[in-house]
């Protein structure tokens, strides 16, 4: 089956700013993969959110760092999913960092 190409300019820096601004509350982590066309990797971000948030109620903030890592992790892959749409390459859903379809 092939991958859906998402295609379209996005400005990086935008995505960025949604991204660090936005992106450390939680669940709305997910609002840069929105912007950029990559919502199953949104929601994806959303179930991950679900399942670490009660893991580290539960744990006494031993499961914490992982939502630190993962936010760090989706900042970077924002910016260079948008800066590859940027430069009129497609990416799909499922695309990170300077991968392209």
């Not at 379209?8 to 997910?30: K, M, N, Y």
């Not at 929105?34 to 199953?40: A, E, H, R, T």
């Not at 989706?74 to 379809?101: C, E, N």
Request: charged share 15%.
């Amino acid at each position: 089956m092939e991958q859906e190409r998402l295609t379209g300019e996005r400005d990086p820096t935008v995505a960025l700013v949604i991204q660090l601004c936005i992106g450390w509350v939680s669940f709305f982590g997910c609002l840069g993969y929105f912007y950029i066309g990559q919502w199953q990797k949104a929601l994806a971000f959303i179930l991950a959110q679900l399942i670490i948030t009660p893991l580290t109620i539960i744990t006494m903030g031993m499961v914490g760092p992982l939502n630190l890592v993962l936010y760090v992790v989706s900042v970077v892959d924002v910016y260079m999913q948008a800066k590859q749409l940027k430069r009129g390459r497609a990416i799909g859903h499922w695309t990170f960092f300077d991968q392209t379809v």
